[in-house]
């Protein structure tokens, strides 16, 4: 259901595109690496992944469960809430592996939260934490590096500016790009394959902001 719903509605709010690298592939039991910029991330992630026919089980902020509506369909849909500082913290790697081996596609953050500045302009992504990395090793799984631009347009500042750029978008068709990368492996020690997987999804990212213009990924 949420698929479909932001295959519906991303491509209404802006001026939607995806890419993907020569040597992209999508192999199920993948992970999906993507960069994080605004709540709608998401949904424009998704309504990429839809067009390639993926459906991704998402690791996402265990409070998200508790909105009403929202938290029924993320349950019913088998995605996994990220309980952090918590004794089940751990929880979602293991939900996060069975989803692997069944051939499901996960989709993680690896800055495992939202940039704290208001502006709606782009910036590489910031540090990854190591859940990433640990579930990879763990797996054995490819990495999917994907970088998204634009969503920050959409959606970014305080709660009433967010709510306002999301109403206006439809109006303004603010540029949207998705760039999916090529797979990556992360063997070694943690850090560095943390790294590793940092680099893929910047290099996504570049990839993404400039098909948008932005000034920060050219000027680069």
């Known amino acids: 259901m949420l698929s479909h719903l932001a295959r519906t509605v991303v491509p209404a709010l802006g001026r939607f595109t995806v890419t993907a690298a020569p040597d992209a592939e999508l192999a199920p039991g993948s992970i999906i690496a993507a960069n994080h910029t605004s709540l709608l991330d998401p949904a424009v992630v998704m309504a990429a992944l839809h067009r390639h026919g993926v459906r991704p089980v998402i690791l996402a902020t265990a409070g998200l469960w508790r909105i009403p509506v929202l938290g029924r369909a993320l349950a019913r849909e088998g995605h996994i809430p990220v309980h952090r500082n918590d004794v089940r913290a751990a929880r979602s790697l293991d939900e996060a592996e069975a989803a692997l081996a069944s051939g499901r596609f996960v989709l993680i953050y690896g800055e495992g939260g939202l940039p704290r500045r208001t502006d709606s302009g782009e910036t590489p992504p910031g540090p990854f934490r190591h859940g990433l990395a640990a579930l990879a090793q763990r797996t054995g799984a490819p990495v999917v590096p994907l970088g998204q631009a634009g969503v920050r347009r ?23 790009h998705v760039h999916i990368g090529a797979p990556v492996q992360l063997p070694g020690d943690r850090s560095a394959a943390t790294a590793r997987a940092r680099a893929a999804v910047t290099e996504a990212w570049r990839t993404a902001a400039e098909r948008i213009g932005d000034p920060v990924a050219l000027a680069a």
């Open 154 to 176: 959409l959606s970014s500042g305080s709660r009433a500016k967010q709510i306002a750029g999301f109403l206006t978008a439809p109006v303004r068709r603010p540029d949207l």
